[in-house]
């Protein structure tokens, strides 16, 4: 192990240990901010060190998860000492009860959570809602500071149990290039769908959405990753040929940053229908090129998305509705003008959207109050 050390405030700071999903080539809204953030601690002289656990290929769910957890345990706690900081990716949170139940218990250097939206929603057996759901009432007493993308999820942290005032809301933010690019004058209309094809982004109600509205010339780009739920992109697949829309849907999986603003460009709606969101940056990818938004009234959404403003919004799980706003906009070019042109000026009104380095500066900084308040102690 790297025994660098780093001074800050007259203090010596060892590494920072990552405990979460990958940094390396993030595929997600969360692993981008993580990557992003830590990258911001690691050009201020941090050193991070991240625990890659892999996977394990034991039988039964039960029996793989005591096995990961008793593998963090195993790795992580020889290396933490008084001035070490912890900083966990609470989506994880039945991988690492058992270790943040010992740090709780041994009180050894700073713990930091980053919590993007309380991931028991995503659980549909109820064993694994409950479970997860009391893995997370666990860790959260753990932190001694806990980071959010949103007020949305702040009120549901403290919901849920968390101290208030250990919450800090840090927003995302979007490399998009802020350049307006709704042509809105283009027979057929394009539709552009971003996200990992998880159950919770809703893309079923959008493909069955599309199914009601055969009448119209509109094309659905899907673009995301396609291997991480691999059970529900057959079924989507199933669905498209199942609602007969195979020539106007088309899904291109993760594509590369420039290929992906290709997208935006050529695009003249953007939808996502989630169940649930936590932030969604990529609304604001999509009000970066100036695109009118249709999505549901749920979670951060309404924070980003204003209804008649800058995008229209509708009830989760609701095809009808879903597809009675895309027609609007389907069907008018000037209603899609105006929205997409009041969100690219939310946009400029909103610079902390804009860069990333906002939102590492502010990770830092609290980072390092954290570290005074752990030495005048």
Known sequence: MDRERVVINNRKLKKVIYLGSQIGQPTTGGQKYNSKVLGCLERAGFSIEA???????????VLRGIVRNIDHVRRVMPLLEEDTIVVEDV???????????LMRFRRKGIMVGICHHLFVREKSNIFLRILSGVATLCILRSFDAIITVSNSTKRDLVRFGAKEEKIHVIPNATDAP????????RDEVRILFVGTCYPRKGLRYLLEAVAKLKHHKIKVDIVGDLENDKKNVS???RLVKELAIDEKVTFHGHVKTEQLWDHYRKADIFVLPSLWEGFGIVFLDAMSFG???VSTNVGAIPDLVRHEENGLLVKPGDPVALASAIERLVISPFLRRKLGQNGFRFMQEHPEYT????AGKRFKALIELLIRRRTCR
């Open 178 to 185: 802020q350049v307006e690019n709704n042509i809105c004058d």
């Open 51 to 61: 625990i890659d656990f892999g996977l394990n290929k034991w039988p039964f769910f």
């Open 355 to 358: 860069s990333w380095d906002i």
């Open 91 to 101: 989506s994880l949170n039945l991988h690492f009860v058992f270790l943040n139940l």
């Open 291 to 293: 695109l009118p938004i």
């Open 235 to 237: 079924e989507l697949y």
